[in-house]
């Protein structure tokens, strides 16, 4: 599977209540909760992602509240992939439980830029800068996580199972 986006950036302790705001937390609706992705520390993000892009973070990326909101809103918005030096630990989870590919690598969180192209292949966890032409290597998930990401999320994979 290889996702491939313009980078949108962020640093260090980003959380959930960033991601998305308490105030919005009432409605279950996908397209509701993307619109309002990361508008307290980004009020241009939801007016510039597209579909496939990439957000990247620093350390303790989805820190705070365990909602699965958060990255709900992330996917819903068009993102692709988020990659980031570190994930809270329950929003890794979550990630994963609703079908967001995620990978943690620290040198490309630090390295990639705001705007950079970045191809990712969670395959091999290669992270290429298709704007500086570095590249950077994480630890690829194991296959059976590889295929709730490309099953949409954990429940989806397991009706596949019944």
Known sequence: MIAQGKVHKYGDNVDTDVI???RYLNTSKHEELAAHCMEDI???FVN???AGDIMVAEKNFGCGSSREHAPIAI???GI???IASTFARIFYRNAINIGLAILECDEAARDIKNGDEVKVDFDTGLIENLTTGKTYQAEPFPPFIQNIIEKGGLLNSIKDRL
Request: charged share 35%.
């Open 20 to 22: 998305i705001p308490a």
């Open 80 to 82: 692709s992939c988020v």
């Open 42 to 44: 980004d009020k241009d």
């Open 48 to 50: 510039n992602v597209k």
């Open 75 to 77: 996917k819903a918005s």
